[in-house]
C-alpha cells in the first residue's frame, strides 16, 4: 500500500511536467513544418501555384513527331489533287497564313458551294478531344474523312479514287513507299496529313510564359483581363491547355440565341445531328481560344465578325451578363497573350 502511495503521488508530480514538455516538443515541431512548407511554396511558386493551380497550362514547346511524314503531309494538305476537280485543297478552308481559317463566316467549297459552317482553325487541332463542331470526329485521321469524301467540301470522291488519283504521280509514289511499307492507302494518307496537323501547335505565347513563370511576360492590364475572364466565369468553359477545345456546351443557357440571330439552320443543331438527342441540340464543342485575335468571325455560324462582338455575346447567352467595355478591353489585352509561335515565329 505503501509503494501504491508513493507511486500515485510521483504519477501526479511527474505527469504534468511530462505534458508541458510534450507540449513544447509539439508546438516547436509545428513551427518548424510551418516553416518548412513557407519555404517549399515560396520555394517552388513558380513551378506549384503558376504550372500546377492555374485553370490553363502551357502548349509543349517540342513535339516528337516523324518529320517525313510532316513533310508529305504538308505536301498533300496543300495540294488540290484530293478533290474531284483538282480545284480545292485543305488548305483553301484552313489556311497557315490566315490564322488556319479563312476568314469567312461560312466557308466555301467545291463550286462555290455553302458549306455552312465556319472553319475553325487547324492550329493545335491535334490537342483537341474531338473535332468538328459537332464532335463528330474522335480522332484527325477519323476527321480527314469528311471534308474528302463531302461533295459540298471536296468533290465527294471515294478512298479508292484518291489511292487511285495519287498512285498516278511518280513523286507520291515513291514518298509513300519511303515512308509506309504498304505504300499509297487510305489510312496511310489519313496518317501523314493527321501528322502534319499535329505539327501545326503554337507554344510560346506570351501568356504561357507568365504560365512558366515570367510575371514580365504579360502586362497589368493582361493580368486584369485574366482575373475577369475567371471571375465573370469564362474559365468555366474555357480552359485546360487549348483555353477549350475539351468539353461540349449548349448555346444558349440564359436566352434564345438562335430565335434572336433568326434564320436557324441544320448546322445549328450542333451535336444533335450527331446524336439525334434531344439534349444535344444547340450543343457544341467549345472553341479553344488559342491565337483567337487571328481567327474572326467566330462561333460555328461566324455572326460575330469582332471579339468585341462575341464577348457581348458570350456574356449575354452564356454567362447572362451584360459585361462593361471597360471589362470587355481588357479580356481582349489577356487573349492577346494567348498568340502563339510556329516554327519559332509568332503566328
Known amino acids: 500500500m505503501v509503494r501504491l502511495s508513493s507511486l500515485r503521488r510521483n504519477l501526479r508530480i511527474y505527469i504534468p511536467v511530462l505534458l508541458f514538455l510534450l507540449a513544447i516538443i509539439t508546438v516547436l515541431s509545428i513551427t518548424q513544418l510551418r516553416e518548412q512548407t513557407e519555404n517549399s511554396i515560396l520555394y517552388s511558386d513558380v513551378d506549384t501555384v503558376l504550372l500546377v493551380a492555374e485553370p490553363i497550362t502551357p502548349i509543349p514547346l517540342q513535339l516528337d513527331l516523324d518529320a517525313r511524314k510532316i513533310e508529305l503531309g504538308d505536301r498533300l494538305f496543300h495540294d488540290p489533287i484530293l478533290s474531284s476537280n483538282d480545284t480545292i485543297s485543305c488548305a483553301s478552308c484552313h489556311s497557315i497564313d490566315r490564322g488556319g481559317t479563312d476568314g469567312l463566316s461560312a466557308s466555301v467549297g467545291m463550286l462555290g458551294a455553302n458549306t455552312g459552317l465556319n472553319s475553325p482553325t487547324v492550329f493545335n487541332s491535334g490537342f483537341h478531344f474531338r473535332l468538328n463542331w459537332d464532335g463528330r470526329a474522335a480522332t484527325l485521321e477519323e476527321q480527314i474523312d469528311g471534308p474528302i469524301t463531302a461533295e459540298k467540301e471536296m468533290g465527294g470522291m471515294s478512298w479508292s ?55 514580365a511576360a504579360i502586362s497589368a492590364e493582361a493580368k486584369e483581363g485574366y ?112 498568340q502563339g509561335e510556329y516554327q519559332g515565329k509568332p503566328l
Open 227 to 338: 482575373s475577369l475572364f475567371k471571375s465573370y466565369g469564362c474559365i468555366t468553359c474555357h480552359q485546360g491547355m487549348l483555353v477549350g477545345g475539351n468539353m461540349f456546351q449548349t448555346l444558349g443557357i440564359f436566352g434564345d440565341y438562335f430565335a434572336d440571330r433568326g434564320q436557324v439552320t441544320k448546322a445549328d443543331l450542333g451535336r444533335y445531328n450527331v446524336t439525334q438527342d434531344d439534349r444535344d441540340r444547340h450543343v457544341f464543342k467549345v472553341p479553344s481560344l488559342r491565337n483567337v485575335t487571328l481567327t474572326s468571325p467566330y462561333f460555328h455560324d461566324g455572326n460575330p465578325q469582332t471579339l468585341d462582338q462575341a464577348i457581348k455575346l458570350m456574356g449575354k447567352y452564356q454567362l447572362g451578363v451584360d459585361i462593361p467595355q471597360q471589362d470587355i478591353d481588357l479580356i481582349i489585352e489577356f487573349l492577346r497573350t494567348l
Open 161 to 215: 479514287d484518291v489511292v487511285d488519283k495519287l498512285s498516278q504521280s511518280p513523286e507520291y509514289a515513291n514518298s509513300f513507299t519511303e515512308i509506309y511499307p504498304e505504300g499509297i492507302t487510305s489510312d496511310n494518307i489519313k496518317n501523314a496529313i493527321a501528322v502534319f496537323q499535329r505539327s501545326l501547335y503554337t507554344p510560346n505565347a506570351a501568356f504561357d510564359k507568365y504560365l512558366r513563370g515570367d510575371e
